[in-house]
């Protein structure tokens, strides 16, 4: 499973505010289309100095250094000159759109890096068992 880092508050955005377009400078391989990432919240902010409670987001927790959530990437499209595919797409950017969207019920800290990377074991591990453990509480609910 791969790591997508993102700059605060844009992270929250994306697990906490239905933010569902993340602009990116390169397009997705298609290799990595449908399948589940993590998003990693970066330890610096936006260079663009937008706050959380400029985005409506003061509910979220502005954790930094650490997997936050988890989605699917569903689709990557460059934006076009009729406009963005969403209130989050900026044009002249490549949107990656994500869906499924489900926060993680504790950050696992861990340092980020550029593009879609691989978490260390121990990290990656942390990150499962907390899956795994939402998966068991839905399973046992439902029955």
């Not at 697990?15 to 993590?38: M, Y």
């Not at 663009?48 to 409670?53: E, G, H, W």
């Not at 990557?76 to 406009?83: I, M, R, T």
Request: with cysteine; net charge neutral; aromatic share 6%.
């Amino acid at each position: 499973m791969r790591a997508l880092t993102v700059r605060q508050p844009y992270a929250d955005a994306i697990v906490w505010g239905g933010k569902t377009t993340e602009n990116r400078i390169r397009p997705l391989s298609a290799f990595h289309l449908g399948t589940r990432i993590l998003i990693h919240a970066a330890k610096a902010p936006h260079a663009s100095n937008v706050t959380a409670a400029d985005l409506g987001l003061e509910h979220a927790p502005d954790v930094r250094g650490a997997i936050i959530g988890t989605g699917i990437l569903d689709s990557c499209h460059q934006s076009s000159a009729d406009g963005c595919c969403s209130p989050w797409g900026m044009m002249s950017f490549w949107h990656w759109t994500l869906r499924d969207v489900q926060p993680l019920p504790q950050p696992v800290a861990v340092n980020g890096h550029l593009g879609l990377w691989t978490l260390p074991e121990a990290a990656l591990r942390d990150v499962w068992d907390q899956l795994l453990e939402r998966t068991d509480v839905k399973a046992s609910s439902s029955g």
